[in-house]
């Protein structure tokens, strides 16, 4: 449909619209018009995708504005945006026609998705990939090719590089697959293709690392203008994301490699004093000049050109003390020997950025200045030296990006060593993790730097807390609820067993076997009354692990596989996703199965139980962070003293946003239908249940609260009993949740009029 919204000529791709959406992209077209940032949070299941990509490609044809940059969190994600960009760009055609409507829009990831080398794209892990690529592909090894035809090189980026300027995709949506395809056929790299199509693009879609990590975004990023809308979806975990990108773990094994690293670096450095010195003295010249105005070494300038850093590093040359590749290396063996001094402990050492700088300097005479070039140093050494097995560099690539965060950040950061992990203290493990505590510090440039930047999810709630913690003003930020004809959603607070016992995994009561067998006996009840599919979530796989083991001694597993199959997920991604391939099959040949799973776990971020495939889910407990864990500790001190967010507060808010999410895996549209059955007399209380999001809250009646087992089973029970009834799936007046384009039509001239 195509209709109007104050004034804006909108391209929607369906017949339908529902009520929610049309005042998402009202709230949307305000917040572009506004040129600011927003937050948006919409239920699951309203049609958030499409929505944001009819209001922005609408707005870009009316408008000048940039790019669209819609940034996701796993690949799946990326390929159902740009499956659903199709559709859109399709529909548009029809109406506009093709030349007004033209348009490029494709996905980008690593190589590990990309590559189509018969030889590299078998490689394992995606570090193994990169380094088989620039095997293949750098500039010393093409020139070597040349002379000797021995050498192999990659023809697929060979052809793409004859190409040069010509080398273009035509105007269309690619996915990940349709660019791997386009590059068979044209015989033409899919990876660099895409890299140089980001320039030509109106719609980019590609993983949040590509934007907040410093070391991606530097080469990816760079270049885009500040007029690109830039949308974080699913960003319910936005915080943690950014913390993730300015955060680095150092382990022994880390430092050995280190300095197997470095000791390959001098002997390699001896070689070529003897076989090419004028190719050091080059670069030497070239860090004297300063490595802004330098162009030549592509992946030298991943930290200097990334705006996350001030920018009076950007106007610096190198220091003159690690100039020099000799000097380089030694510097770095210092910092290593310091480092491997500092796990020498059997106490827990806390500190700050400037006092580890402090004793660093005192004990090593190396100065922050220096530190904070570590990284670019390294890269423009390793493409000096022309090596190209990056892989096995990752270990002093490691110490050098400590380097750069310590030289660059004074605040925001701790600097936590532990001789060994505190739920394992029989296990000597030493580790110094340099923990970002402000997730603010690594999403800063992007609001800086973009016009309008747009956060979404349909877990945001409470709203009010992601601008304290990402320090930005929104121009507008709004929580939709969703618009139903019948009471699809079915939430449902249990804070006892049948025998009267409260439950919940608070840590005194986790362990405790009436809590284990109330459980269990909600699940045996559950799997006997309820259809197809069920979904259980736990607070940690060693939770899960435990419960399970006491619910087969018990002999309950046993009762509950009488009804269904059971599948669970692990921490291996391929055992995982074969768990579920079984589970949705056990559910489509009417067996009905149960899935068990964990909070923040894939299943719990990413996976999809739509239709029968998920008829109820259940969250065992509340799913905190393990509070005694010193990083969180830090980081609650750090948002109390910074932001004034108590630690409660936030630790609430955090476990609340993660149930909410592995509930919301149930009900994937308004068609669709499902019951959530919080299992933990916590959620009864104010404090955690008024912060899960409104679109739960809706529908979270009061006989729905503080139930046990028998009653949640008859409200399940009478819930399915009305779900077979059949209903008015549009609606009609106020309870409408399908729009038409009249109605759309009434609704923006009475607008006008009032």
């Known amino acids: 449909m195509k209709f109007k919204i104050e004034g804006l000529t909108v391209y929607f791709p369906y017949e339908y619209i529902y009520p929610e959406q049309y005042q998402y992209m009202l709230e949307l077209k305000r917040a572009l018009d506004a040129k600011g940032h927003c937050l948006l949070e919409m239920p699951t299941g309203t ?23 819609y940034c996701t969190r796993t690949v799946h994600e990326m390929e159902k945006v740009l499956d659903e960009l199709r559709r859109l760009h399709a529909y548009q055609e029809k109406e506009i026609g093709k030349e007004a409507a033209k348009i490029l829009a494709l996905g980008l990831s690593s190589r590990k998705n990309l590559c189509i080398h018969p030889v590299v794209s078998g490689e394992g892990s995606r570090e193994s990939v990169d380094a088989g690529c620039r095997k293949l592909t750098a500039s010393w090894v093409r020139l070597a090719a040349v002379d000797n035809p021995n050498i192999e090189t990659c023809d697929f980026f060979e052809n793409y590089e004859k190409k ?22 044209k015989g033409w790299c ?12 109106n719609i980019v879609v590609y993983n949040y690392q590509y934007m907040l990590d410093p070391k991606v975004a530097g080469i990816i990023s760079r270049e885009l203008e500040k ?130 700088l402090n004793s660093l300097s005192r004990e090593c005479s190396i100065d922050q200045k220096a530190l904070r070039f570590c990284y670019d140093r390294l890269t423009s050494l390793l493409e000096t030296l022309e090596i190209t097995d990056t892989d096995e560099f990752l270990h002093i690539q490691a110490v050098c990006d400590f380097g750069t965060l310590i030289g660059t950040y004074q605040r925001g950061f701790a600097i936590i060593i532990e001789p060994y992990d505190e739920r394992m203290p029989n296990i000597p493990d030493p580790v110094l993790q340099l923990s970002c505590l402000d997730a603010s510090l690594a999403i800063k440039p992007v609001f800086e730097r973009f016009q309008s930047v747009v956060i979404t999810s349909g877990t945001l709630s409470p709203l009010d807390l992601y601008p304290r913690l990402l320090s930005f003003n929104p121009v507008i930020f709004k929580s939709f609820t969703m618009t139903l004809t ?13 025998d009267q016992l409260p439950v919940s995994t608070k840590f005194d009561m986790r362990s405790d076997p009436g809590v284990v067998r109330n459980y269990g006996r ?7 009354a309820v259809p197809d599919g069920v979904v259980c979530f736990f607070v940690s796989y060693s939770y899960m692990d435990g419960i399970i083991n006491s619910w087969n001694e018990m002999g309950i597993l046993q009762e509950v596989m009488q009804h269904k199959l059971v599948f669970i997920e692990t921490q291996d991604v391929v055992e995982t ?18 899935f068990f799973s964990v909070a923040r776990g894939k299943v719990a ?20 962070q393990y509070t005694l864990s010193r990083i969180l500790r830090a980081r609650l001190e750090y948002l109390r003293e910074t932001f004034q967010i108590k630690e409660n507060d936030f630790l609430t808010f955090d476990a609340v946003r993660q149930a909410a999410q592995c509930v919301g895996r149930v009900i994937r549209s308004k068609a669709d239908y499902g019951m959530m059955i919080f299992a933990d007399k916590r959620y009864n209380r104010h404090d955690k249940r008024s912060k899960l999001p409104g679109w739960i809250q809706t529908h979270l009646r009061d006989a729905h609260l503080n139930l046990s087992t028998d009653m949640s089973l008859h409200i399940a029970r009478e819930f399915l009993r009305k779900m077979a009834q059949p209903y008015d799936k549009k609606g009609q007046g106020a309870n409408a949740t399908l729009l038409s384009q009249s109605d759309l039509e009434r609704m923006e001239q009475e607008s006008m009029q009032t």
């Open 47 to 69: 049609g958030k995708t499409v929505t944001l990509l009819s209001l922005i490609t609408s707005y870009q044809l009316a408008n000048p504005a940039g790019k669209l940059i």
């Open 164 to 185: 040069g300027a010509d080398a273009m995709l035509p105007q269309g949506v690619y996915t990940l697959h349709e660019l791997r395809n386009f590059g068979r056929e």
């Open 190 to 201: 899919p990876y660099f293709l895409a890299r140089h199509m980001i320039q030509f693009a």
């Open 227 to 356: 007029e690109c809308i830039v949308v974080f979806d699913e960003a319910h975990n936005i915080d943690n994301v950014c913390i993730e990108a300015l955060s680095v773990n150092i382990r022994q094994q880390t430092l050995d490699g280190a300095t197997r690293n470095l000791n390959k670096i001098s002997q390699v450095i001896e070689k070529f004093k003897s076989t090419d010195a004028n190719r050091l003295r080059q670069e030497y010249s070239r860090l004297v000049e300063g490595l802004a105005q330098r162009g030549e070494l592509p992946l030298a300038d991943q930290w200097l050109a990334n705006p996350a850093l001030p920018d009076d590093i950007l106007k610096e040359a190198v220091p003159g003390n690690i100039r020099r590749a000799e000097h380089f290396v030694a510097f770095l063996k210092r910092l290593v020997q310091y480092i491997k001094g500092r796990l020498h402990t059997d106490v827990v050492e806390s500190e700050g950025p400037m006092s580890f």
């Open 486 to 498: 019948r009471d699809c959603l079915c939430p449902m607070i249990l804070t006892r067993g049948s």
């Open 522 to 528: 909600l699940l045996l009840e559950m799997v006997a």
């Open 577 to 594: 996703t074969l768990a579920l391939d079984n589970y949705r099959r056990a559910c489509d040949c009417g067996r009905g199965a149960v």
């Open 605 to 624: 971020e990413g996976i999809d139980f739509d239709k029968h495939y998920g008829r109820l889910v259940i969250m065992y407990g509340i799913p905190f």
